[in-house]
């Protein structure tokens, strides 16, 4: 591995832009420094090691552009499909499209379903949760593929208007694991739950729970822990996560630091579960709450009648915040 993570320096170093710069008086690994959000988002066409006429297609996510060659592509069509292999026989799969800049991940999804013998619907950038529960509603959709508060709203409307989906397995996207969205999305659609591990501001599927303690990381991404001075930790320290990209010939990650909190498990190597933000393992706790943002106040977007006065006592007098609560009939959710 050492030897093929030097590997990957070199040819960054070589062909890119940014890495030649950053990595002028390095040629090993573990020379290399770490990178941030913000290394990313100023360069990341610069990142490219392949040539701009190459690249097939791109992702906008929020101010990173996700560069995909045709390779490149194929290896991540290639990484769904190890995993989706892992779950039931997939059917006909719902598709919870989000923002319109990640069309581009969701036909790498797409490919991956279509191979596994899996037939793919939609659930569009814009289309309402009442959309989604006609959709949901076909007793031929087995599997929901989303990111959980939009597997949480999708199953609470549904829930809400009387109708009781015949799912296998819903997959939820994302860098956390929300025990009470979890378990809320479970009491709506009673089936397989499952996690992947997806850091979402650079399009990286990192590994899935697999219905084990904790992620097993793909093939195509080296995992490190460091602290706050960047010394690498060992098995069971807690640290922030930190990924390198593998196999990945056109816009390489090398050592990008998240700020995910977690530690690889001393137990059985995989990745500890990262747990959500206190606002949202407290408001999520809430019957009827499918979503929320905060600027001076805690504003929640309720589907159905929330116990008011505790949210006010719970998290409103807590976080000395005041609470504004909007209920709504139907809803439009990423």
């Known amino acids: 591995m050492n030897e093929k993570l030097n590997q990957i320096v070199r040819i960054a170093k070589n062909k890119s832009f940014f890495y030649h710069n950053l990595y002028k008086d390095i040629d090993s690994f573990e020379e290399a420094p770490f990178m941030v959000e913000k290394d990313a988002i100023d ?11 190459r690249i097939v297609s791109k992702s ?44 581009a991940l969701v036909e790498v999804i797409k490919d991956a379903v279509e191979i596994c013998d899996g037939e793919v619907v939609y659930l569009l950038p814009g289309q309402p ?26 199953g609470q409307y549904s829930h809400k208007v009387g109708l009781h ?14 025990k009470a969205i979890n378990q809320r999305i479970n009491k709506y659609f009673n089936c397989e739950m499952h996690h992947g591990l997806y850091i979402d501001e650079c399009e990286c599927l990192l590994g899935f729970d697999e219905g084990k303690d904790g992620y097993v990381i793909d093939d195509n991404y080296h995992i490190e822990i460091v602290d706050n001075d960047k010394n690498i930790l060992g098995n ?22 998240t700020n995910l ?9 995989r990745v500890d579960y990262v747990t959500s933000s206190e606002m949202d393992n407290n408001l999520y706790r809430f019957e009827g709450l499918i979503d929320y943002y905060i600027d ?25 915040l005041e609470v504004n609560i909007k209920y709504v009939s139907d809803y439009i959710t990423e």
């Open 43 to 53: 360069n990341c066409l610069s990142l490219n090691i392949d040539k701009m006429s």
């Open 60 to 103: 906008y996510v929020k101010d990173f552009v996700r560069c995909y060659s045709q390779h490149s592509r194929q290896l991540f069509v290639e990484t769904w499909i190890k995993k989706l292999a892992l779950f039931k026989p997939l059917g006909k799969v719902l598709i919870v499209c989000g923002k319109k800049e990640k069309i």
């Open 236 to 257: 069971g320290e807690y640290g922030k996560l930190c990924f390198t990209t593998i196999n990945d010939d056109c816009q390489p990650l090398i050592r990008y630091q």
């Open 296 to 320: 001076d106040k805690v504003n929640i977007v309720a589907l159905s009648q929330i116990d008011e006065e505790r949210l006010y006592r719970e998290v409103g007098k807590y976080n000395n």
């Open 165 to 178: 989906p015949n799912l296998k397995q819903v997959i939820t996207l994302g860098k956390e694991n929300n």
């Open 129 to 154: 949760l009442s959309k989604g529960s006609q959709l949901i509603n076909d007793p031929s959709i087995s599997t929901i593929i989303s990111t959980d508060k939009a597997s949480l709203a999708l």
């Open 261 to 269: 909190f977690t530690r690889i498990r001393r137990d059985n190597g």
